[in-house]
């Protein structure tokens, strides 16, 4: 089954205690993404990677670090997380960033920093 | 600016009826995709509707069309024929510049039987 598997689903943590949440696509999809859904914001894009060792940032970067080693993996990583990235988190995937190819999503990690 | 506006935090419709989602967009890129995800209360993000700005009709998927005024800058989103299961969060993005990808605020829609 095509999916997107993100990893954990839910955390509760401590500020400053890095994390990473790992996000794994089985399409061969050459564009992954991760977002950040906070209520009355909707989603905003953190960074994205076009392929293997492209990677760019989106509109809030700040506090996070990403990586693609692999094509099918595209993990996020909080290195000294702050309450303030208490959040709703997405990662995407999609063939390419052209054209009508919509993003297909993960399922989300709601994480919440104490 | 905002890149994507939608006006509307919440709304209801009778199931049957017809209902529009507004959406606004900001972008001096020419080449421009728009489109429409639905978020349930489960929480999963649901492709519903694209439209490209170079696409001259409006997009259509089953009870879903796109009203596209490219001079006015909106991409509205019209749902035919409410159902109960159309109850849901509702998001307008906008992809630009190929990479990036910007979101409204979304609309709730309720749909009432």
């Known amino acids: 089954e095509a999916q997107v598997t993100q990893n954990p689903r839910y955390l509760i943590t401590v500020t400053g205690k890095k994390l990473t949440v790992t996000c794994s696509q089985n399409?061969?999809?050459?564009?992954m993404s991760w977002y950040r859904q906070d209520p009355g914001l909707g989603l905003r894009q953190i960074y994205y990677s076009m392929n293997v060792e492209v990677t760019d940032k989106g509109d809030v970067p700040e506090g996070y670090k990403v990586s693609r080693k692999e094509k099918r993996n595209f993990p996020l990583i909080l290195e000294s997380p702050s309450p303030n990235q208490t959040s709703l988190y997405f990662c995407a995937s999609s063939p390419q960033g052209l054209g009508n190819q919509p993003q297909h999503f993960g399922d989300g990690t709601r994480l919440s920093i104490l | 600016a905002q890149k994507i506006t939608q006006t509307q935090p919440g709304m209801f419709v009778q199931e049957k009826e017809a209902v529009t989602l507004d959406c606004t967009y900001d972008t001096s890129d020419p080449s421009y995709g728009l489109f429409w995800y639905k978020q349930p209360s489960s929480g999963e993000m649901i492709f519903l509707i694209y439209q490209g700005s170079y696409d001259q009709q409006n997009a259509t998927e089953g009870r879903y069309s796109l009203n596209f005024q490219k001079a006015r800058k909106s991409a509205n989103l019209v749902i035919s024929a409410s159902q109960l299961g159309d109850s849901a969060m509702y998001f307008c993005?906008?992809?630009?510049?190929?990479?990036?990808?910007?979101f409204g605020s979304g609309t709730k829609l309720n749909v009432k039987p």
């Open positions: 993005a906008m992809r630009e510049n190929f990479n990036k990808f910007y």
């Open positions: 399409m061969n999809h050459e564009y």
